[in-house]
T-cell receptor
Framework: DARVTQTPRHKVTEMGQEVTMRCQPILGHNTVFWYRQTMMQGLELLAY????????DSGMPKDRFSAEMPDATLATLKIQPSEPRDSAVYFC???????????FGQGTRLTVV | GEDVEQSLFLSVREGDSSVINCTYT??????LYWYKQEPGAGLQLLTYIFSNMDMKQDQRLTVLLNKKDKHLSLRIADTQTGDSAIYFCAASNDYKLSFGAGTTVTVRA
């Protein structure tokens, strides 16, 4: 049963700490997305990779967020330093590049206190 | 950018049909999607329709697209308690998905 795997599922951290979220896309998928979900803003696209290359990170605060794909089986989203307003559920999704069809992971619920 | 709007809540009786509506603004949207999100879970792709189609049926799900009015709907036949969830409409142009705020569907006995 192919699925997108995200770790950790939950993370509570103090303001100012570094947070790293990891994602294992579905094997064979060549597109990876990072989304953030909050009550106020809904679902926002943070970053988009195709064949491991970052094609769009315009939705990401550049000063504190960074997204990478060290290899085809791992995508990371880092926040340094974290702030309370970063509290949200962060979703990774992967796809085959057909339109924007994407399969979502279970998400990482981040709480910054 | 793309704006996608949908009503926030829908209450339906078990066994009835549910219809969730969505409007979008970008006429060049190529694909339109319906996702389902259950509590504490990620988004599950339910179905999608290409912009040159006007209808797609998949078991209990029927998607209708009115491209002229930029209106998309999802009909769920014989709604069950397991259909209670948040349903997101999304429109894409190339790779970017723009999501609506989600419609919370509550199925009552």
């Amino acid at each position: 049963d192919a699925r997108v795997t995200q770790t950790p599922r939950h993370k509570v951290t103090e303001m100012g700490q570094e947070v790293t979220m990891r994602c294992q896309p579905i094997l064979g998928h060549n597109t990876v997305f990072w989304y953030r979900q909050t009550m106020m803003q809904g679902l926002e696209l943070l970053a988009y990779f195709r064949n491991r290359a970052p094609l769009d990170d315009s939705g990401m605060p550049k000063d504190r967020f960074s997204a990478e794909m060290p290899d085809a089986t791992l995508a990371t989203l880092k926040i340094q330093p974290s702030e309370p307003r970063d509290s949200a559920v962060y979703f990774c999704a992967s796809g085959l590049g057909q339109g924007a069809e994407a399969f979502f992971g279970q998400g990482t619920r981040l709480t910054v206190v | 950018g793309e704006d996608v709007e949908q009503s926030l809540f829908l209450s339906v009786r078990e066994g009835d049909s549910s219809v969730i509506n969505c409007t979008y603004t970008d006429s060049s949207s190529t694909y339109l999607y319906w996702y389902k999100q259950e509590p504490g879970a990620g988004l599950q792709l339910l179905t999608y329709i290409f912009s040159n189609m006007d209808m797609k049926q998949d078991q209990r799900l029927t998607v209708l697209l009115n491209k002229k009015d930029k209106h998309l709907s999802l009909r769920i036949a014989d709604t069950q308690t397991g259909d209670s969830a948040i349903y997101f409409c999304a429109a894409s142009n190339d790779y970017k998905l723009s999501f609506g705020a989600g419609t919370t569907v509550t199925v009552r006995a």
